[in-house]
C-alpha cells in the first residue's frame, strides 16, 4: 500500500526551470524502485526518468538526458526531478510512479501512481 502525492508543477518560460516533488507514504520506501512519467494531451504516456531503492541506478529518456535529474531522498520518503532548460515539448502532466525491489522504464511495471501535476512550458 503506496500512495504518491506530486507537487511543484506550474507555468514555466522556455530555458526556465521547475523542481517536481513525489511524496510517498507507506512502509519500506527504499525497497521501492521510482519514476517519472508524462503524457501529454492526445499522446501516449511516455517514461522521462527513474531511480532505484538505494538512488544508486537512474535512468533517462534521451529527450532530457543532460536537462532532468532525478533523485531521492529516502530519510523523508521523497523523490524529486530536476528540470532545467525547459522546453515546450515538455508540456504534460507529469506522474510519479513506484515499483516494489525492481526498477523498470515502461509504465507497465509500475504497481503505484501518484494524481499527476501539470508542467506547462510557454515559448
Known amino acids: 500500500q503506496v500512495q504518491l502525492v506530486e507537487s511543484g508543477g506550474g507555468l514555466v518560460q522556455a530555458g526556465g526551470s521547475l523542481r517536481l516533488s513525489c511524496a510517498a507514504s507507506g512502509r519500506g520506501f527504499s525497497m521501492y524502485g521510482m519514476g517519472w512519467f508524462r503524457q501529454a494531451p492526445g499522446k501516449e504516456r511516455e517514461f522521462v526518468a527513474a531511480i532505484s531503492g538505494a538512488g544508486r541506478t537512474t535512468y533517462y529518456t534521451d529527450s532530457v538526458k543532460g536537462r532532468f535529474t532525478i533523485s531521492r531522498d529516502n530519510a523523508v520518503n521523497m523523490v524529486y526531478l530536476q528540470m532545467n532548460s525547459l522546453k515546450p515539448e515538455d508540456t504534460a502532466v507529469y506522474y510519479c510512479?513506484?515499483?516494489?525491489?525492481?526498477?523498470?522504464?515502461?509504465?507497465?511495471?509500475?504497481?503505484?501512481w501518484g494524481q499527476g501535476t501539470q508542467v506547462t512550458v510557454s515559448s
Open positions: 510512479a513506484a515499483v516494489f525491489a525492481r526498477l523498470g522504464r515502461t509504465g507497465g511495471e509500475y504497481d503505484y
